[in-house]
């Protein structure tokens, strides 16, 4: 999988890059994260890329000029244009289920803004699929491009150790509870002891201990996950994600 990063500020991402999951996907050959830096596509003696809005008002907006032309570059490196992605607080919410979508293309562009937003007619041209990872303002879209990057590598096959750990992770589609509470070594520590279930041994009654306690976990804290579908639809019986084969 492809990934090309269109950003004004590139030196964000070699230190992200470099490292853990990513930099072993990377050198696996796995996934290409290209970093472009949109400053290259601009004519101005001063790299400029942004400039007053129209009708006025405060902040910059990026310039339609070097955008288009920086997306349209780079969608002729490379096997096939790729899916445009913009991310912007505008954008519909990231959540597991966009990120399973996003993981079925062969590439992404993902589109950075900073300033105050876009000329619009770069939404108008490259009719990019507008993300947003949530309801706050960032100085920018660059860590939202990492939280994809970041999201949809665990989904490209071979890059984790074990498929299991992702149909198994909260969110995965038809997964809708949050984790159980995990323990490692020491059995106890300042009086608080790894409880008995995870010792005895029984797989059966450790399976129907951790279902339990994701359950009641998703109850008191994210109630709202066991009243929806990955699609945002309500289920019938209001208990989506809790599983009664615990012992599969
Ligand atoms: N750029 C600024 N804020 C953002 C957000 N919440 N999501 C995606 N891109 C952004």
Redesign the pocket.
Known sequence: MRFDVLTLFPDLFPGYLGQSLLKKAIDRQLVQVHVHDVRRWSKDKHQKVDDRPYGGGPGMVLRVEPVVECVEEVQREGRGPGRVIM???Q?RRLNQQVVEELAQEDRLLLLC?RYEGFDQRIVDLLQPDE????D???N??EV?AMVIVDAVVRLVPDVLGEPLSTVEDSFSTGNRHLEWAQYTRPREFRGLAVPDVLLSGDHGAIARWRQEQGYLKTQQRRADLLETRPDGETTDDGQAGRSTDADN
Request: aromatic share 6%; net charge neutral; no cysteine.
């Open positions: 991310l912007t607080p954008g803004g993300i947003s990872i949530g706050y303002i960032l920018g879209g939202a």
